[in-house]
């Protein structure tokens, strides 16, 4: 099949571009590689920020507090564009179905969120990202969007510098199979998954469209600054949402102490919980004060999971958490949504485009998903209206089609899953909340080890039918290749800024207001640049008359 618009990706951010597209008349198709269902959007609980109201003191407040969280890594136009389309976005998704917790007059409710300096969080319980995702879904297949699913992106086809076609491993009989498109859009999400067993997010969350960019000599950007959530279930590392606090509940230790601010932004409240478990106490969140109606009505998702989980009852029982890999800020480098290869841009978690900076606020990665994944369907669907299809260079996928071919060629003596389990724990104990340089590079040598190790891989399971190994042995790879980019920038990177902390080098250092990319050079070496950031953290800055600072 052809198409006007590939999207790659089904969640807030790919369906928002996709809807946006079809509705300007362009043909187009959602490629997912698994249910469309299995998002980060879809897990997404606590809410999406926004200033509902006419006042610009809110929404200039809203701005500030995007660019103090980011810790002077962000840009205030960028930022400004997605507050400013805040409160319509909000209204347009209630055109597609979402039923936000609302009051009489039918005007979303809004519960304060950390590092929000009022209350703009809009939500649907605890189950925000879910609601939107499904009304969206519903939206996208009754305009005619059509799913491509379960099919693994492989390479991105260009003709002299433009989009001509994606090719992908359908996971059916693990072929590969070219779509011819005149515009791509990447939104994949990011790639806290390659702290498996230490992360919210699915195992399948390696950066596989950050890996995409990489192999088509795009730059990745910022990727030492991964998100570490406060409160994930202790055992399963399970998603507590952030709503949780927002809605009253506290953070103690062992001794029942309250030991921080429960609504700081999450790198400091990560890191405050980070320290008591290192001194060997339990943390807790304690919900016990809250009516039981506040709970089941606010919070029903946490209710059910907490009973189900870890057989607690919040109403009653502290419910023990400890911080995880969450969310990531590292990304494609764009400019809003467009890249250097003409036609293809990016949106979403998998994209860079200078909002969250260091550290993200809690409500504005939905925000960000949606008001962005609108901005690339627009324009993706117009450079498809005044561009012809491209011819295709068939031998740029011939590299893939003889990888996976291989991948059936031989016998693995090597333990697929202890080789992923081994990612995960050494990304958490020597690439996690606190860094130093020693254990940096002792991740960076075993991640080599572990790639040298991959490439050994071949699948038990020689049929090609269903072949689930297929896509998880590339999954793996991806996930090396992306934990690479993470080590080498996390060494280069020497302060400690948001979401990234260094114990040999501890204070935030105004000489690196920057930004460190990472380029993939002759198919194999990752490379390290610096790109100037184009505001600095120690200069004041004006939006809207406000002064906005430190």
């Not at 198709?29 to 003191?57: D, E, R």
């Not at 209630?94 to 936000?100: A, E, H, I, L, P």
């Not at 952030?242 to 230790?253: D, H, K, S």
């Not at 105004?510 to 990752?526: A, C, D, E, M, P």
Request: proline share 2%; glycine share 8%.
């Amino acid at each position: 099949m052809i198409y006007d618009v590939i999207v790659v990706g089904s969640g807030i951010a790919g369906l928002m571009s996709a809807i946006e597209a079809k509705k300007n008349g362009a043909k187009v198709a959602i490629v997912t590689k698994n249910n469309p269902l299995k998002s980060n959007s879809f897990m997404a609980s606590g809410g999406i920020n926004a200033v509902l109201s006419s006042q610009g003191k809110e929404l200039d407040s809203h701005i500030e507090d995007t660019v103090k969280g980011s810790r002077g890594l962000s840009d205030v136009k960028t930022i400004e564009y997605m507050c400013t389309n805040a409160k319509r976005i909000i209204y347009k998704l209630k055109s597609y179905g979402v039923q936000f917790d609302s009051d009489s007059d039918d005007n979303p409710k809004q519960r304060p969120f950390g590092g929000g300096s009022i209350q703009r969080t809009c939500f649907v319980g605890d189950k925000t990202g879910s609601a939107i995702v499904s009304s969206l879904l519903k939206e996208a297949k009754h305009l005619g969007v059509e799913f491509l699913t379960n099919n693994f992106a492989l390479r991105i086809i260009t003709h002299q510098n433009q989009v001509s076609a994606l090719a992908v491993l359908r996971k059916a009989d693990n072929n590969v199979v070219l779509y011819p498109t005149k515009a791509l859009i990447l939104a994949g999400g990011g790639y806290a998954g390659i702290y498996k067993g230490h992360t919210t997010n699915a195992p399948d969350c390696t950066g596989d469209t950050l890996a995409l960019a990489l192999k088509a000599g795009l730059r990745v950007v910022d990727m030492e600054f991964v998100q570490f959530h406060p409160t994930g279930f202790e055992k399963s590392g399970y998603l507590v949402s952030e709503a949780a606090r927002g809605e009253g509940g506290y953070l103690i230790n062992s001794d029942g102490e309250r030991f921080v601010d429960e609504l700081a932004t999450r790198d400091v409240v990560a890191i405050e919980i980070y320290k008591q478990i290192k001194n060997k106490k339990r943390v807790f969140i304690d919900l016990r004060h809250l009516s039981g109606d506040q709970i089941e009505q606010r919070l029903p998702s946490l209710y059910k999971s907490a009973h189900i989980q870890s057989g607690v009852d919040i109403k009653t029982e502290l419910l023990p958490i400890k911080p995880v890999a969450h969310y990531t800020m590292g990304g494609i480098e764009s400019n809003m949504v467009d890249t250097e290869i003409s036609g293809l841009f990016v949106c979403g978690e998998n994209s860079l485009n200078m909002i969250h900076g260091a550290n993200r606020l809690g409500g504005n990665s939905l925000l960000e998903g949606a008001v962005f994944g609108e901005l690339a369907g627009v324009k993706a669907s117009m450079f498809a209206k005044k561009t012809e299809l491209l011819p295709i260079d068939y031998n740029q996928v011939i590299p893939d089609i003889r990888m996976i071919d291989k991948l059936f060629e031989g016998e693995s003596t090597i333990n697929f899953n202890a080789l992923r389990t081994s990612l995960g724990n050494v990304m958490f104990d020597k690439v996690g909340i606190i860094r130093e340089y020693k254990t940096l590079y002792e991740a960076l040598d075993y991640v080599k080890y572990l790639s040298s190790q991959a490439a050994k891989l071949h699948t038990v399971d020689k049929s090609k039918a269903n072949n689930v190994e297929v896509s998880s042995i590339l999954e793996l790879r991806n996930a090396l290749l992306i934990s690479e980019a993470v080590i080498l920038s996390a060494i280069k990177r020497e302060e400690s800024r948001g979401s990234h902390q260094r114990d040999d080098f501890k204070e935030l250092d105004t000489k690196l207001n920057k930004h460190i990319s990472i380029r993939l050079v002759g198919g194999k070496l990752l490379k390290e640049e610096f790109k100037v950031n184009n505001i600095f953290y120690n200069i004041l800055q004006k939006v809207r008359g406000l002064i906005i600072n430190k």
